[in-house]
Nanobody, 125 residues
Framework: QAQLVESGGDLVQAGGSLRLSCTAS????????MGWFRQAPGKEREFVAA???????YYADSVKGRFTISRDNAKNTAYLQMGSLNPEDAGVYYC???????????????????WGQGTQVTVSS
């Protein structure tokens, strides 16, 4: 049974940094594109970043230059390094796994087969 477990969420001051991790089990990690999404209270879930099988990366405009997505296939783990955080970055962050090739389809939640339970990121102003 495939499982994704996020970790690293925390309370951080505006301007600070945080690294989220997503560890996968029960699936062949290197065969999946990985994505990060977030959802703030009262808002819809939104795309944050994704990484393809060949390490091509995709970012939402709101996080370009501040966030970096990466993956370590040996550790079955994807990461989201977040910097220059602001209160608008707060929310529950979810990782997700998608089959197939990369591309901008990864910005849509419908592209993903498996989802984690989420980790909370809070940014104080």
């Amino acid at each position: 049974q495939a499982q994704l477990v996020e970790s690293g969420g925390d309370l951080v001051q505006a301007g600070g940094s945080l690294r989220l991790s997503c560890t996968a089990s029960g699936l062949t990690f290197r065969s999946y594109c990985m994505g990060w999404f977030r959802q703030a209270p009262g808002k819809e879930r939104e795309f944050v970043a994704a990484i393809s099988l060949s390490d091509n990366t995709y970012y939402a405009d709101s996080v370009k230059g501040r966030f970096t997505i990466s993956r370590d296939n040996a550790k079955n783990t994807a990461y989201l390094q977040m910097g220059s955080l602001n209160p608008e970055d707060a929310g529950v962050y979810y990782c997700a796994a998608a089959t197939g090739l990369g591309g901008f389809r990864l910005a849509s939640g419908s592209a993903y087969k498996y989802w984690g339970q989420g980790t909370q990121v809070t940014v104080s102003s």
